[in-house]
């Protein structure tokens, strides 16, 4: 596995391309197992590539770009027991000049949920992303479904501008005890930790409701706010249509139920992407070409 720093020093990524399809999983680090399942999941389709960049433009002035979790070596130690052809761990000054003039915004897809929560949240990840792409070139490149919003909006980069990129949505890791794994949950005292099971208690809930038969809109999402009354703070419940998060008050097709709440000191999401085929309801994926599961 190799470390690459500059972006000269991804030169190297030439000969990688010789031996497959370029796989790109790009993180902010504090690695846990939800993205080593990406790597593995990129393992099966071509050559992978880390990035391992926190970037400071998608996160809000009052949020927590600078206690983010920075924990590189260890992170180089779980990937170097994946097959990962390499990583690549810039400084900010390889990503952003002085200036930041240039900036990918958007579409309907960004408004509302974490984009209404988190304004210019989105324009930060649309700007580093389209900026990993261009330096990396993928053919192939994965993100977790646990950030659902964010595939969505990078789904609608991918086609709008065009990239010849082929995104894979991976499933949501989860403890045991269904909290979806993310590297905020470090910030959860073991009190905090037993609260933030609302998030997918709700729901759970949410899909429970769904498989009795509701297809309201308002009543699924009611029933799951109810139970994330839990948290220190809703942000939102939302049940949205995928792929553009339309507020249908029938629920059909693909739906997404979608949670943010404050527990403590993090803020958390979580959601499940469900199938409505008839009577029957699924788990599903996001983009054209997911994992289940
Ligand atoms: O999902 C993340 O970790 C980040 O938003 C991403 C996609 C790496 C962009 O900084």
Redesign the pocket.
């Known amino acids: 596995m190799k470390l690459w720093h500059t972006r000269d020093d991804l030169q190297a990524l030439q000969s990688l391309r010789k031996d497959g399809p370029l796989v790109l999983v790009?993180?902010?680090?504090a690695l846990h197992e939800g993205?080593l399942d990406l790597v593995r999941l990129g393992s099966e389709l071509g050559q992978v590539v880390v990035?391992v960049?926190?970037?400071p433009t998608?996160f809000g002035p009052n949020e927590d770009f600078s206690s983010y979790p920075r924990t590189l070596e260890s992170d180089l130690e779980l990937l170097s027991k994946l097959p990962v052809s390499g990583v690549f761990a810039p400084a900010t000054k390889e990503i952003y000049g002085s200036d930041l003039e240039v900036t990918v915004q958007p579409g309907n897809r960004g408004m509302g949920l974490c984009g209404g929560d988190r304004p210019g949240h989105f324009a930060?990840?649309l700007t580093?992303?389209a900026k990993?792409f261009g330096l990396t070139q993928p053919d192939v490149a994965i993100?977790?479904r646990k950030?659902a919003q964010?595939c969505l909006v990078?789904g609608q980069m991918v086609e709008d501008l065009k990239m010849p990129i082929q995104l894979v949505d991976a499933p949501t890791r989860r403890e045991t005890d269904g909290l979806a794994m993310s590297?905020r949950n470090r910030y959860l005292s073991a009190d905090q930790r037993r609260q933030a099971l609302c998030l997918s208690r709700a729901l759970s809930a949410g899909k429970q409701s769904m498989e009795n038969g509701c297809r309201s809109r308002a009543e699924v999402q009611q029933t799951i706010l109810d139970i994330l009354q839990d948290a220190d703070q809703v942000e939102y419940a939302e049940v949205r249509q995928v792929p553009d998060l339309g507020k249908n008050e029938i629920l059909a097709g693909k739906i997404l139920l979608a949670v943010a709440a404050r527990v403590g000191p993090a803020r958390l999401i979580d959601n499940f992407v469900l199938q409505i085929n008839d009577k029957q309801v699924t788990d599903s994926y996001l983009l054209g070409t997911g994992r289940k599961s």
């Open positions: 790009p993180t902010m680090g993205h990035t960049f926190v970037n998608q930060g990840v580093v992303v990993l993100f977790g950030d964010q990078i590297s």
